[in-house]
């Protein structure tokens, strides 16, 4: 064989390893991420069942009409507490994931882009007379193709910082809501 043949199944064999290697990374992740979320669904079910029991109960004992408005007013900020720190929570939970996900991307990407770089810089040092242009063509897409991924990058974490924005302020006008029906109710007593 070739000595630049040797560079490029070495350099291939090492790349398939390390893509191997952030699947399960990211698959890790992604099934750990995926338990947090079934942990909270589980427990919010299972206090929202008893929370459920507990309010039909007082419920039906009120005496009158107004007291079951009352009780009723009285019940939904508890309720949208609880659904907004269940919001936050599943938020907190996807943020994790997603920087962990973008973590271990963006090392498996320059660790890849090293090897490139470094696999050129070792041909062209073997490559014939003449072959110099090829070279530089070669390097430029690598850097074109690396200040792409950057560009991305930046872009992806603005969406996600804007999409994260948009969630915080989704859950504090909610809260808003929840809490001026609460005091509407309060205020009927």
Do not use: C, W
């Not at 560079?7 to 338990?35: G, P």
């Amino acid at each position: 064989m070739f000595p630049i043949n040797d560079q490029f199944s070495s350099v291939a064999k090492a790349n398939l390893e390390a893509q191997l290697s952030l699947l399960t990374v990211l698959t890790t992740k992604a099934f750990e991420s995926v338990e947090k979320v079934v942990d909270l669904n589980l427990n919010v079910a299972k206090a929202s069942l008893e929370d459920s029991a507990v309010s039909a109960k007082q419920l039906l004992a009120a005496k009158d009409a107004q007291e079951f408005f009352s009780l009723t007013a009285a019940q939904a900020q508890p309720t949208a507490a609880k659904a907004i720190a269940y919001s936050r929570h599943l938020a907190g939970i996807a943020t994790i994931a997603q920087a962990e996900f973008t973590r271990a991307a963006e090392e498996q990407i320059a660790e890849t882009g090293r090897k490139v770089s470094d696999l050129v810089d070792d041909v062209s040092k073997n490559a014939p007379a003449g072959s110099e242009n090829v070279i530089a063509m070669v390097k430029s897409a690598i850097g074109n193709a690396n200040l792409g991924y950057e560009q991305f990058s930046k872009s992806t974490k603005q969406a996600v910082e804007v999409m994260e924005a948009n969630l915080n302020s989704a859950v504090n006008q909610f809260s808003q809501a929840a809490e001026k029906t609460a005091a509407n109710g309060r205020a009927r007593k």
